[in-house]
């Protein structure tokens, strides 16, 4: 079966610009996570979403936000962009908030100049 | 607050020896799981092996096995026969209760592998 797709796989803005990234989870898988990963600051969990409905979200600011759709897939939303949020973003799917195994995807890597 | 130490920024194996990923971590919860991901330079992250807290006995999954000492609070991961392909990062992960009622996973630093010839 398909695995978790994110879209798209690189991409470059400037300071200032929003960006938008895009997750599809695997099949039946309704839950889909998100982490922010950069050399200085490891891994860190930014949301997670299940049934269209934000469960847990890790301490980042407002700017970012994200949402998920009918269908589990899941969009993930930086505005006002920093040079900081330059990072690998993953996302990952689970079938439900309380499985064990996070499948990720490729990840969509952020360059902000 | 729940978190996860690994005290290895990096290691070297010789090819077809065996190594150990050091991991500890920190929890009030009685109920948690631990696991641990492989990150290629590619960049994504490959799932290897999973233990949960009342499990009985330690997790292998082919080469990869995983040493819980659930008093101590560590899950050193243990890979037997190193092979070239093994060069990469390794993550100690946790699923722990978030601040809602459900649970999170989250990771470790990290600890870099090189296999040598």
């Known amino acids: 079966k398909a695995g978790v797709t994110q879209t798209p796989r690189y991409l470059i803005k400037t300071r200032g610009q929003q960006v938008t990234l895009s997750c599809s989870p695997i099949s039946g898988h309704r839950s889909v996570s998100w982490y922010q990963q950069t050399p200085g600051q490891g891994l860190q969990f930014l949301f997670e979403y299940f049934s269209e409905t934000q469960r847990n979200k890790g301490n980042f600011p407002g700017r970012f936000s994200g949402r998920q759709f009918s269908n589990s897939r899941s969009e993930m939303n930086v505005s006002t962009l920093e040079l900081g949020d330059s990072a690998l973003y993953l996302c990952?799917?689970?079938?439900?908030?309380?499985?064990?195994?996070?499948?990720f995807g490729a990840g969509s890597r952020l360059t902000v100049l | 607050a729940q978190k996860i130490t690994q005290t290895q920024p990096g290691m070297f194996v010789q090819e077809k020896e065996a190594v150990t990923l050091d991991c500890t971590y920190d929890t009030s919860d009685p109920s948690y799981g631990l696991f641990w991901y492989k990150q290629p330079s590619s960049g994504e992250m490959i799932f290897l092996i999973y233990?949960?807290?009342?499990?009985?006995q330690n997790a292998t999954e082919g080469r990869y096995s995983l040493n819980f000492q659930k008093a101590r609070k560590s899950a050193n991961l243990v890979i037997s026969a190193s092979q070239l392909g093994d060069s990469a990062m390794y993550f100690c992960?946790?699923?722990?209760?978030?601040?809602?009622?459900?649970?999170?996973?989250?990771f470790g630093p990290g600890t870099s592998l090189s296999v040598i010839p």
């Open positions: 990952a799917s689970r079938r439900n908030s309380g499985a064990n195994v996070l499948t």
């Open positions: 233990q949960g807290s009342y499990d009985q």
């Open positions: 992960a946790m699923r722990e209760s978030g601040e809602t009622s459900y649970d999170k996973v989250i």
